[in-house]
């Protein structure tokens, strides 16, 4: 039996982006455009249940990549075991886009591995005849409610978005914008799935074309 595949969608503009490139090491870029993972976490921030999937399938983007020098004092675990011990903070460097807008899409499918899931996902799942459906109708009403699971980002958490919600009339995709080539592009830090080990995957020569970079299929959780 064919799985029916449902489309969710949003907008989302911010004053700053950051969709870590992982090669640019302690002065991080940014992709001109967000990760297939990015994305994901998106759309799960808006509505979250692990008995569907989210798959990403393209970012139109709405506004000129404007690349911007960012700093800031980074006070987290990951500085040198002295500055933590004298509560020295780190001056970190970045590359951000400024003044952001996209719009996303992608498709709800069930979660094919049942055994992973927490037992109330598992008692939706099978109290619910058609989980994709589902998620896709209670998505829309949170959306237009402006309800959220959790705060959507724009890369870091920091970069909260200026506005967030379904398409509006006046936003138009960047058509005109030169085709770019990406040689490689992250796609998903845990690309196996719900409760999965680390598996890092990696997208090739990933194109942005007419404003729009369209994700491939890559991986699917087996």
Not at 6 to 13: D, H
Not at 60 to 70: D, G, K, M, R, T
Not at 110 to 133: C, E, F, M, V
Not at 187 to 193: A, D, H, L, N, W
Request: charged letters at 20%.
């Amino acid at each position: 039996m064919k799985t029916i595949a449902y489309i969710v969608q949003l907008e989302i503009a911010g004053d700053t982006a950051m969709w870590t490139r992982p090669d640019t090491g302690d002065n991080p870029v940014s992709y001109p455009a967000p990760t297939y993972s990015a994305v994901k976490a998106i759309f799960e921030s808006v509505l979250w249940g692990p008995a569907i999937e989210i798959i990403p399938l393209k970012a139109e983007i709405c506004a000129p990549v404007q690349f911007h020098n960012y700093y800031t004092n980074y006070g987290g675990p990951l500085r040198k075991t002295t500055n933590i011990k004298h509560g020295d903070s780190y001056q970190l460097c970045a590359t951000v886009l400024i003044d952001v807008c996209y719009r996303l899409y992608a498709e709800v499918v069930p979660y094919k591995i049942k055994g992973r899931l927490p037992q109330a996902a598992k008692n939706w799942d099978n109290a619910t005849t058609s989980p994709g459906h589902a998620y896709q109708e209670i998505f829309a009403r949170r959306l237009k409610r402006g309800q959220c699971f959790a705060v959507p980002c724009l890369g870091w958490r920091e970069f909260t978005p200026s506005y967030f919600g379904e398409f509006r009339d006046d936003t138009h995709v960047m058509s005109d914008m030169e085709t770019a080539v990406i040689p490689s592009m992250l796609r998903q830090v845990f690309s196996k799935g719900y409760q999965s080990e680390v598996a890092y995957l990696y997208d090739t020569d990933v194109e942005i074309t007419g404003g729009v970079l369209a994700y491939g299929k890559g991986e699917r959780p087996c």
